[in-house]
Nanobody
Framework: QVQLVESGGGLVQAGGSLRLSCVLS????????MGWFRQAPGQEREFVAAISRNYGRTYYADSVKGRFTVSRDNRKNTAYLSMNSLKPEDTAVYSCAMSSSVLSGYNSPRPRLYEYWGQGTQVTVSS
């Protein structure tokens, strides 16, 4: 059974930092590219970042470039999203997802390329 479990969300003041984790079980982690998405209340799901299974190629939404960093540790079956300089508009439920497709800067924002999704973790940034 495939399972993605996120953790690390919480309440933080604007300008603060959080690091989200996403642990995969039931599949070989190094066989998948990983992505992070977020969804705020009343809004559509939004791509945040992605990382390739090999060589650590990373892709970011313009809204988070320079503030967020996506990484992974294949030995721990874990992907990370380090978020700095958080803003109130970053408030959302953050979910990780896994893709057997080879992601690029062009296709990584497409949710349909991701086969499995976690339940998400809430991030709230207060002003």
């Amino acid at each position: 059974q495939v399972q993605l479990v996120e953790s690390g969300g919480g309440l933080v003041q604007a300008g603060g930092s959080l690091r989200l984790s996403c642990v995969l079980s039931g599949r070989i982690f190094s066989n998948y590219d990983m992505g992070w998405f977020r969804q705020a209340p009343g809004q559509e799901r939004e791509f945040v970042a992605a990382i390739s299974r090999n060589y650590g190629r990373t892709y970011y939404a313009d809204s988070v470039k320079g503030r967020f960093t996506v990484s992974r540790d294949n030995r721990k079956n874990t992907a990370y999203l380090s978020m700095n300089s958080l803003k109130p508009e970053d408030t959302a439920v953050y979910s990780c997802a896994m893709s057997s497709s080879v992601l690029s800067g062009y296709n990584s924002p497409r949710p349909r390329l991701y086969e499995y999704w976690g339940q998400g973790t809430q991030v709230t940034v207060s002003s």
